[in-house]
Every structure is written in structure tokens, then in C-alpha cells.
């Protein structure tokens, strides 16, 4: 599936702001789908140019005639650049799922220290060991039940990022299959 990133302006009356400024937008575009993500730079319509280049099928977009005109040229560049490695990384060869791509784009390395890089089968069998050293056993079988399961959805254990409602309704789908 092709997925496009491109950085516009988004020049509608009910986004304009009182100063006469539109938000620059990330606009993703998928299965003849499209969807905004603002980045909060705002321009006038003169500040903000497309260049295309035709031969590559590249396009740069330039904001001029603006104060801290580079600052805002860095991040909406690099707001760009991060959302094409979002995809990369968790999008190249599943299928594009907008929402999750915004929670990534969103939830920069916002993770407890502790718990990073943990998937979420050993974060169900490390909650099961301290329920069940704190004689809780109800609650210990439950989340060593919980781990179990996602091991037998995804044998390699999954990541938190990746248990969403995209997983658990391939979960379900599994489950069914099995009965």
C-alpha cells in the first residue's frame, strides 16, 4: 500500500485564525484517504511555497517573509522526515493504520525507564509473579492467563505500541478460529 507524507497549508475559513494565518498541516494520504495532523506553525498564504521538482516527483516546501523563518523551516522539515521513519518502522510491510500512526507521532519516548522495551507477555507474567508473592492468586492466574494468550496470538511477543485495536481484533479473529 503507498502512503504519502506531504507538508501543506491548510487554507479553509474554519481554520484560519482570527490573524488571517492557516496551520501548516502534515497531510497523509492513503487508500484515497486523507487526514490533517497539525504541526503548529501557522503562515499567510504569501509565507508558504511548493516547489516541485517534476523529474524526481519531489516536491520542498519553503516558508519566507516570516520572523524565525528557519526555526519553522527545521520543524516542519523535520516533523516530515520523523513521520516517513514512523512508517518505516512500524508501517513498511503492515498495513497503514492512520490512528496509530498519530500515536506514535504524538507519544515521543514518553516510557518508564523500567518498563522499556518491555513486551507485553513478560509484563503479564511479571505482574503474575508479584500478584502471586503477594498471595493474590486470582489475580496472578489471571494476568499469567493474559500472557499466555498473547503468546499464542503472537508467538514472538508483542510490543506495547503494537497491542492496539488493530492486534486485539486479529486476537479475536484467532480466538474464533480456534473454537
Not at 475559513?13 to 492513503?30: I, N
Not at 516533523?79 to 518505516?88: H, V
Request: charged share 35%; hydrophobic share 30%.
Amino acid at each position: 500500500m503507498s502512503v504519502m507524507f506531504v507538508i501543506r497549508l491548510h487554507k479553509s475559513s474554519s481554520v484560519q485564525r482570527k490573524d488571517g494565518k492557516y496551520p501548516v498541516v502534515l497531510q497523509v494520504t492513503w487508500d484515497r484517504k486523507v487526514r490533517r495532523k497539525r504541526l503548529d506553525v501557522y503562515a499567510f498564504d504569501h509565507q508558504f511555497t511548493i516547489y516541485k521538482d517534476k523529474r524526481r516527483k519531489k516536491e520542498k516546501v519553503e516558508l519566507s517573509n516570516m520572523k524565525n523563518v528557519q526555526d519553522y523551516q527545521d520543524i516542519i522539515d523535520g516533523e516530515l522526515q520523523r513521520a516517513k521513519d514512523i512508517y518505516k518502522e512500524h508501517f513498511q510491510d503492515k498495513e497503514f493504520n492512520y490512528n496509530r500512526f498519530v500515536y506514535f507521532f504524538d507519544n515521543q519516548a514518553e516510557e518508564n525507564s523500567e518498563l522499556k522495551g518491555m513486551k507485553v507477555a513478560e509484563f503479564c507474567n511479571r505482574v503474575a509473579d508479584d500478584f502471586e508473592r503477594n498471595d493474590q492468586p486470582k489475580s496472578a492466574n489471571y494476568y499469567g492467563y493474559t500472557g499466555k494468550a498473547v503468546l499464542k496470538v503472537s508467538p514472538g511477543d508483542i510490543s506495547f505500541a503494537e497491542f492496539d485495536e488493530y492486534w486485539l481484533k486479529e486476537f479475536v479473529k484467532k480466538s474464533r478460529e480456534r473454537h
